[in-house]
Nanobody, 123 residues
Framework: QVHLVESGGGSVQAGGSLTLSCAVSGYSGSQFYCIGYFRQALGKEREWVARIREPGGGPAYADSVKGRFSIYRDLNKSTVWLRMGDLKTEDTAVYFC???????????????WGQGTQVTVSS
């Protein structure tokens, strides 16, 4: 069974930074083609934030976080990090990492999820 274990959430003041990690283990077959991050703010729909593609590792970002967030992975492809800089109050949400085996990496294709980690940004 594949497990995605998240860490790194916490509270930070606006303008600060946090780095989230997503450690993947338990692959019984192929590795995820893409790993991404989503977030869900209180009273809001879940939204896609970023993803990184395998094997090339090319990242993509939502417009709301471009230039501020960076997603990257280790050489073993077992851990993905989301570095969040210049945080804003509107970044406050529960952040989830997720994986997909689908090479298209459409947001609807992410079916394997981490447990979520809370990020709170205060002014």
């Amino acid at each position: 069974q594949v497990h995605l274990v998240e860490s790194g959430g916490g509270s930070v003041q606006a303008g600060g930074s946090l780095t989230l990690s997503c450690a993947v283990s338990g692959y019984s077959g192929s590795q995820f083609y893409c790993i991404g991050y989503f977030r869900q703010a209180l009273g809001k729909e879940r939204e896609w934030v970023a993803r990184i593609r395998e094997p090339g590792g090319g990242p993509a970002y939502a417009d709301s976080v471009k230039g501020r967030f960076s997603i990257y992975r280790d050489l073993n492809k077992s851990t993905v990090w989301l570095r969040m800089g210049d945080l804003k109050t509107e970044d406050t949400a529960v952040y989830f990492c997720a994986g997909t085996y689908d090479s298209q990496c459409s947001t609807s294709d992410f079916r394997y999820w981490g447990q979520g980690t809370q990020v709170t940004v205060s002014s």
